[in-house]
């Protein structure tokens, strides 16, 4: 089984893309083009990372922000999967501090990268949609996500990493998701021998909905073919999941959920990968 650091290095390679802020409502807040790259160094475990982030002239003009950053190991707070998939985010939910999670899908020579973040006392606050394409590579914007899009009786694999063990244990999964009356929409899931999750909710516009429950859920459907499900606040008093989707072609889709416990503790991460049947 490869090791974190090898399937952290299938994202060398220049991206270029952009850097899309949606507010809480679904909208667009603020767009900057990027360019990113991962360049192995010349020691057996050195990676370079630079992001520049350009303004309305685009990546022929100067850069409005430029970071850089030499990697040699990673860190508890990000875990790699097989195909180069990652997530990372706050290891834990504190009182009067900011929170957040990234969802970073990839998929030959694309990546669709979700950045959800909480304000200081939970509540939801913005999206980071960030769209790459590695340079002289084929890969194609998605359209945007549906709920017809979505819908299907999807089957793969299941790939959990918790917070004490970076070795990912593997399980059958299995979903439905369906699109009802009056713009609805329900959601089955079932990982391995554990209880099946079920949920269910209607859109309350093209892009935005609510998910029924005790907790108030959102539903946020993306360009890209892309989705995230969260949690109106969270809170280091009651368990909660953050998830975010990606549907690299209209037969398979990844997921990715990031599991909290009731003291706000991060307990582990999830991965799925799916096909639709008769796909």
């Not at 909480?118 to 194609?140: C, N, P, Y």
């Amino acid at each position: 089984m490869a090791s974190q650091w090898d399937n952290f290095l299938r994202n060398l390679g220049e991206w270029r893309g952009t850097f899309c802020g949606l507010d809480a409502d679904g909208l667009v807040a603020d767009t900057s083009p990027s360019i990113l790259t991962l360049q192995a160094g010349d020691e057996e475990r050195l990676v370079h990372f630079r992001l520049r982030r350009f303004g309305p002239e685009g990546v022929d003009g100067e850069p409005i922000h430029e970071m850089a950053q030499d990697y040699r190991t990673l860190g508890k707070q990000v875990v790699f999967f097989a195909n180069g998939t990652f997530s990372k985010g706050s290891m834990q939910v504190s009182p009067c501090a900011e929170f957040g999670g990234e969802f970073g899908f990839v998929d030959q020579d694309r990546r669709h990268r979700l950045v959800q973040l909480h304000a200081a006392d939970g509540t939801f606050r913005k999206l980071v949609l960030i769209r790459e394409f590695r340079t002289d590579g084929s890969g194609q914007e998605q359209p945007p996500a549906s709920l017809e899009s979505l819908a299907g009786d999807w089957s793969g694999q299941a790939s959990t990493i918790c917070a004490d063990w970076p070795e990912p244990s593997l399980e059958q999964a299995a979903f439905t998701i369906t699109a009802t009356a009056n713009h609805g929409f329900s959601m089955r899931t079932r990982i391995g021998q554990q209880p099946q999750q079920e949920l269910s909710g209607a859109l309350l516009s093209n892009c935005m909905g609510r998910v029924d429950g005790p907790q108030e859920h959102q539903l946020q459907l993306l360009p890209d073919a892309g989705f995230n499900l969260r949690p109106a606040q969270v809170s280091h008093r009651e368990a909660f999941q953050l998830e975010a989707g990606w549907m690299p072609t209209p037969s398979t889709m990844q997921r990715l959920i990031r599991c909290y416990d009731d003291s706000g503790a991060w307990v582990s991460v999830t991965h799925i990968v799916a096909s639709r049947s008769g796909g």
